[in-house]
């Protein structure tokens, strides 16, 4: 979902909430640690799990393709943001991650990524490929959690 913020008009937020039947300690280890990460996400990781730490994510098991996210702030109990870089730009669009307990769910994994400029249409087309990364990787999230089905296997990085 894409929503404006009311605060500064003008400004663009991909918002996707995923719920996962998990607790939320465990998942929140999905956002956290190299192993979580692993599960969902990349072939491989290395996280520092403090605020100015980084997370390398692996895409090859070579370690050739890598990303590096600097972790801006982190809170133990259920949120972590990621200085993200956009697709292929140089557009900075932190990912806000929050995990909160949910008694009828489990969890819920709630994703905020941002500001995105709408009158530049360049910033509009990479957040339309932003959400679309976002939410094919959080089904994965839930999938391999719930189901102990990666579709990575299918649609291999």
């Not at 993200?84 to 990912?95: G, T």
């Not at 969890?107 to 400029?117: A, D, S, T, Y």
């Not at 089904?139 to 089905?149: D, F, I, Q, S, T």
Request: with cysteine.
């Amino acid at each position: 979902m894409i929503v404006e913020d009311a605060e500064s008009s003008g400004q663009l937020w991909i918002v996707h909430e995923q719920p996962i039947a998990l607790h939320h300690e465990e998942v929140f280890g999905c956002f956290t640690t190299a192993g979580g990460l692993c599960r969902w996400l990349a072939v491989d990781a290395q996280v520092e799990a403090r605020a100015g730490g980084l997370i390398v994510l692996a895409w090859d098991r070579g370690w050739k393709s890598t990303t590096t996210i600097a972790i801006l702030e982190i809170d133990p109990g259920g949120r972590v943001t990621w200085d993200w870089q956009a697709a292929s730009s140089d557009r900075h669009a932190p990912l806000y991650w929050e995990v909160e307990p949910s008694v009828e769910q489990g969890c819920v994994v709630r994703l905020r990524q941002g500001p995105f400029p709408a009158a530049d249409a360049e910033a509009l087309r990479l957040m339309a490929e932003e959400a679309q990364y976002w939410t094919w990787h959080l089904c994965n999230l839930r999938g391999v959690l719930e189901a102990k089905h990666d579709m990575r296997a299918v649609r291999p990085l």
